[in-house]
């Protein structure tokens, strides 16, 4: 089958970003360098199975790419049910995502998509581990982006697979989920983990923990001070502040939901 414009790269020991080569941030597309927003989903090998996080990427052949590499089954958990991370949801046999987010999965909200063939939902919580043989996953729920909102720990690597959460844009308030009060007291939460680096789902370069600093700041001291105003459509117009340049590592926005459109 051809894959069409799929690639991969390791990323760490056993993780693999998989991508679309049309939505990169340089000309053949496949650059792992901070740039644009790009649409990812991490694959984690497991010694029995492996685990695909999100279905960023609207192409019907991720699944089968997905397992090829991997090379044994391949189960699917969802960051979050936004519909730019349920791409082709309906080829699969089981979904795992928090139960908060299946509210999402009917596509009555701004930011979702309706699913008419929703596979078997199973739920994830804080505190859950995956275990994919010889590789434990601790599961984070940081509600925020949305309400159900996880994020994924690596053992093995150190590695925290962030989602749209621990990333350099950080669009909030399109679903309604928790005050910024609250989230920030979850982002301080998330620090006392071990981990050393994050991969986002639109980031293709790994985040260093410390970003989460650099988010507390923002969201702290110049979200209040925020007057540029973005207007999204689709979504609504969106109060604006960021910080650095997107063409380097260190960069951040945020843009929290002013008013629906
Ligand atoms: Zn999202």
Not at 31 to 58: C, Q, R
Not at 180 to 201: I, W
């Amino acid at each position: 089958m051809a894959y069409n414009n799929l690639f991969h790269a390791q990323v760490a020991d056993g993780i693999f970003l998989i991508s679309s080569d049309t939505n990169g941030p340089d000309a053949d597309g496949r650059s792992l360098l901070p740039g644009k927003a790009t649409p990812n989903s991490y694959l984690v090998i497991g010694k029995e199975k492996a685990l695909l996080f999100d279905l960023a990427i609207d192409e019907k052949g991720l699944k089968e790419y997905a397992e090829s590499l991997a090379g044994k089954p391949v189960m699917l958990a969802l960051s979050h049910a936004h519909y730019d991370h349920i791409f082709h949801i309906e080829q699969f046999s089981e979904v795992w995502l928090h139960e908060a987010d299946v509210p999402l999965l009917q596509g009555n909200r701004v930011g979702t998509r309706k699913v008419n063939s929703c596979p078997p939902l199973h739920y994830l919580a804080e505190g859950d581990v995956i275990d994919l043989g010889d590789r434990i996953l601790d599961v984070i729920h940081i509600p925020g982006h949305t309400p159900g909102s996880v994020l994924l720990l690596d053992r093995h690597t150190d590695v925290l697979l962030s989602g749209d959460t621990g990333a350099r844009r950080l669009l909030y308030g399109i679903t309604p989920s928790v005050s910024l009060d609250e989230l920030c007291n979850s982002l301080r939460r998330l620090k006392e983990y071990d981990f050393s680096v994050m991969y986002s789902a639109h980031d293709r370069c790994s985040i260093p923990k410390a970003h989460l600093d650099t988010m507390l700041d923002v969201i702290i001291h110049d979200m209040p001070h925020a007057k540029k105003e973005m207007t999204i459509p689709g979504i609504g117009t969106m109060l604006c502040t960021s910080r650095g340049k997107e063409t380097e590592t260190a960069f951040f926005v945020m843009a929290s939901l002013l008013r629906n459109e």
